[in-house]
């Protein structure tokens, strides 16, 4: 129960400084709000390997690293785009500098929730 608190804490705390970066008055730009498509897409590949492949041998498996491979390049461009925003003037340093602040959170958040649901007891994300 603590962690899923915390979890849903922790995503509260990073959603916060996204519109914080889009909506504070000096920076009213809501370009950044096209990180959401990166955090929606981000735990897509992993779900979908875990499905596909079989735990049981210890061995390295190309479906799981492909997957790991690909929410990589996902985290990347979220951390990316902020950046190529302000470069191209779109938006400012300030709401950049949130909008990191809030990718940072968030995605330590998905992490979190895959680590502390990855086990196989009763109490499964992979029941859904």
Do not use: H
Not at 53 to 58: E, F, G, I, M, R
Not at 92 to 118: K, P, Q, R
């Amino acid at each position: 129960v603590v962690a899923l608190i915390s979890l849903s804490f922790g995503g509260a705390v990073g959603l916060m400084f996204l519109m914080l970066g889009c909506a504070l008055p000096q920076y009213n730009q809501y370009w950044p709000l096209f990180v959401l498509f990166f955090y929606i897409l981000s735990p897509i590949p992993y779900c979908i390997a875990r499905r596909l492949v079989d735990d049981t041998d210890a061995t390295s498996n190309a479906c799981k690293e492909l997957a790991i491979f690909l929410t990589t390049g996902i985290v990347v461009s979220a951390f990316g785009l902020p950046i190529v925003f302000a470069r191209a003037e779109l938006i400012y340093w300030g709401a950049c500098a949130l909008v990191l602040t809030g990718n940072t959170v968030i995605f330590a958040t998905i992490l979190g929730f895959f680590l502390v649901f990855s086990s196989n007891d009763d109490f499964s994300w992979q029941q859904w």
